[in-house]
């Protein structure tokens, strides 16, 4: 079993900052792909930023320059830091894995998502 924990969303004002975490526990072989995702109320879920095992990154568009991904390899943890929030931001954000299972599978994990609320 692989488990996804997610921590450190919350309510913040416009052009504040929060950090995301992501730490996956559980028996598997490795870690490939890891990524942050987001659905607003009403939309599509989208992702937000991604980080491949050789930290080769990718942002959406609308997060360019703002947030940032980073991976521990060792840890096995993802994080996201956001600054600048707007209230566009606002969303539940989902921590996504790729995860190579024992019997070499790979399989698609994702967390539970979390809050992150960018309001005055």
């Known amino acids: 079993q692989v488990q996804l924990v997610e921590s450190g969303g919350g309510l913040v004002q416009p052009g504040g900052s929060l950090r995301l975490s992501c730490a996956l526990s559980g028996s598997f072989f490795s870690v490939d792909d890891m990524g942050w995702y987001r659905q607003a109320p009403g939309e599509q879920r989208e992702l937000v930023a991604g980080?491949?095992?050789?930290?080769?990154?990718k942002y959406a568009d609308s997060v360019k320059g703002r947030f940032t991904i980073s991976r521990d390899n060792v840890q096995n943890t993802v994080n996201l830091q956001m600054n600048s929030l707007k209230p566009e931001d606002t969303a539940v954000y989902y921590c996504c894995v790729e995860v190579i299972r024992l019997s070499r599978q790979k399989i698609t994990s994702w967390g539970q998502g979390i809050q992150v609320t960018v309001s005055s």
């Open positions: 980080i491949s095992r050789g930290n080769s990154t």
